[in-house]
């Protein structure tokens, strides 16, 4: 996390390249660091009244560090995965309960 004046921010894991930001972000006292997020969108953790701020680009010294379409495509590729897990979800669910059905008529 960083946390500049007021604002919080933070880089989550599913944005990817966590080690290399996380080295980077080390080597870069009294370095200028650029984050890209959006103002509009915080959040706050249930327990904590800390707004946060994800970041979705980096860049030190003017070096980018993670740029915003390799973040989107991160992003992108866990909200994939998540669909497919839901897919795969309903459908095991789906053949539980028509096996169920069909024991049951069997036993009938």
């Known amino acids: 996390m960083l946390g ?6 933070q880089y ?3 944005a990817g390249e966590i080690s290399a930001v996380s080295s980077a972000l080390r080597g870069a006292s009294g370095k ?3 984050v890209y997020f959006d103002a509009a969108d915080p959040f706050s953790t249930p ?3 800390i707004e946060l701020f994800t970041i979705y680009a980096l860049s030190i010294e003017g070096v980018e560090i ?6 989107a495509a991160a992003w992108k590729g866990d909200s994939n995965f998540g669909v497919g897990v ?3 979800i309903i459908v095991v ?5 028509v096996a169920l059905v069909w024991d049951k008529r069997s036993d009938s």
């Open 4 to 9: 500049p004046g007021n604002n919080v921010f």
């Open 12 to 14: 989550v894991s599913k």
């Open 32 to 34: 200028t660091v650029e």
């Open 47 to 49: 327990l904590d009244d």
């Open 66 to 71: 993670r740029k915003y379409e390799d973040v």
């Open 86 to 88: 839901g897919i795969l």
């Open 93 to 97: 669910c789906l053949s539980i309960g």
